[in-house]
């Protein structure tokens, strides 16, 4: 799993170096060995721009100051892409030999086989290959070209000290010496310098923020962890208090509920209905009395009339079994005017009106 996230990584940085690589305005320079240690600084005009005249360059011995540039040169080589054609008698030539589906990793292949066929190892070397030739059925044959990196090493300070951003390394042909950047030319190493981009920065970069990344995710799914279970908490505490809350205001509802109805049940005990008064007030009364004025007051009877036999009143009202304690409030009269004598009796009333009375 690492090893294929390491290679996605280097795949998406060498895609992003070759997008900004695409944004640079400046023309690549070609630095061409004429001779050994000889070279040709040359560039190619692009249209409404003069290029400069080609410029000798000779690769200086070592602990040797640089060679001095016009100031043309310097300026278009600040920042810039080299490539740098080297001279065939610089490497070391071997044919090799292989099956055909292995051109599908020649790099790979020719890295293992290079200790075999040259004296140096993949770490000592810079080295490239040609284009693999089919040479039978299965079969491909392709030529590897090397040559010891320290030898190298010179080239690369010499193009430091220009302050380019990347130097290219390519081998000639063997008919390609003094010619620019030939067809055939044999790449065998990209190298950028201090301040360019190059794809291993760009991977580390890429990995520095994919760590970062995975770490803020995880300092954010534990904050959410701890953050969501105190809030679960505090929610849960709120639900409770709230259902006990409700819990006490149900009692209290239930118990002022109670304490209303045992009020009206103590009442009705105590009180009879006004509509059951006047029924049986109306059972006792005869037909030859009338009832001129009636009030009940809690459990007090007030009623005023005319009745033939005032006197007989007060003896029916009390054995009723409603009423109690029944006497004249008022002495009776008669008038001409009236069919009987003019009462007003006053009775107590009983609180329960049980069935059948």
């Not at 900004?20 to 409404?48: C, D, S």
């Not at 209905?273 to 006792?284: E, Q, W, Y």
């Not at 409603?322 to 069919?339: K, L, M, Y």
Request: aromatic content about 4%.
């Amino acid at each position: 799993m690492r090893g294929e996230l390491a290679t996605w990584i280097g795949a998406v940085a060498a895609v992003i170096v070759d997008r900004v690589g695409r944004f640079n305005l400046k023309p690549p320079i070609q630095l061409i060995e004429t001779e050994r240690n000889l070279f040709v600084l040359r560039t190619i005009a692009r249209a409404g721009r003069s290029a400069p005249p080609d410029c000798q360059v000779r690769l200086p011995e070592a602990e040797a100051a640089a060679p001095a540039l016009p100031e043309s040169w310097r300026t278009l080589l600040r920042g810039s892409r080299v490539e740098v054609m080297l001279m065939p008698e610089r490497f070391l030539s071997r044919p090799l030999d292989l099956p055909r589906r292995a051109a599908e990793f020649l790099e790979a292949m020719v890295r293992s086989q290079l200790d075999r066929l040259t004296p140096w190892t993949a770490q000592e070397a810079v080295f490239g290959s040609t284009a693999p030739v089919e040479i039978a059925a299965d079969r491909i044959q392709t030529t590897v070209i090397a040559a010891p990196r320290t030898r190298l090493d010179p080239l690369i300070r010499l193009a430091e000290s220009w302050h380019v951003g990347s130097v290219v390394l390519f081998a000639a042909p063997g008919a390609a010496s003094g010619q620019r950047v030939a067809q055939g030319a044999t790449r065998l190493t990209e190298q950028h310098l201090r301040g360019s981009l190059d794809v291993g920065r760009v991977s580390r970069m890429l990995t520095a923020a994919l760590v970062i990344a995975a770490v803020s995710a995880t300092l954010s799914l534990v904050t959410g962890s701890i953050l969501g279970g105190q809030l679960d908490a505090q929610q849960s505490l709120l639900a409770r208090r709230i259902s006990e809350r409700r819990a006490a205001l149900r009692l209290d509802l239930e118990g002022t509920d109670n304490a209303a109805l045992r009020s009206l049940l103590r009442r009705k005990q105590e009180t009879a209905a006004d509509v059951l008064v006047l029924d049986a007030l109306s059972r006792v009364l005869p037909d030859n009395t009338y009832v001129t004025e009636l009030r009940i007051e809690k459990d007090k009877l007030q009623v005023a009339g005319v009745s033939q036999d005032a006197p007989a009143l007060v003896r029916l009202i009390e054995q009723s079994a409603h009423f109690t304690r029944a006497t004249f409030s008022a002495p009776t009269t008669r008038s001409v005017d009236d069919p009987g004598e003019r009462f007003r009796i006053e009775a107590g009333i009983k609180p329960h009106f049980g069935p059948g009375t």
